[in-house]
């Protein structure tokens, strides 16, 4: 199964109120995506699952992303 490339929208906890986030992520499917998304949160911010909002995940081509990690990761 070939990775894809997600944008994730949504927003978390941080202090009192919560801060919107946009990532793109290589993942194999929405579930994949919604892993790394609460794992990486987790790990940098130290906040649980329920603290975090996924609002929204779309499939991107290579061509438009953003991220010049994951664009440097895509080119060939």
Do not use: C, W
């Not at 919560?18 to 579930?31: C, G, I, Q, V, Y």
């Not at 994949?32 to 609460?38: G, P, V």
């Not at 991107?60 to 994951?70: C, G, K, M, S, T």
Request: aromatic content about 8%; glycine content about 4%.
């Amino acid at each position: 199964m070939k990775t894809k490339i997600f944008r994730v929208q949504g927003k978390f906890i941080m202090g009192d109120s919560f801060k919107p986030f946009t990532r793109e992520l290589k993942a194999m499917d929405e579930d994949d995506i919604k892993e790394k998304i609460y794992s990486e949160f987790g790990s940098k911010h130290h906040i649980v699952r329920n603290q975090i909002k996924i609002q929204k995940i779309e499939e991107i081509r290579a061509e438009d992303v953003q991220d010049p990690l994951i664009k440097s990761l895509t080119q060939e």
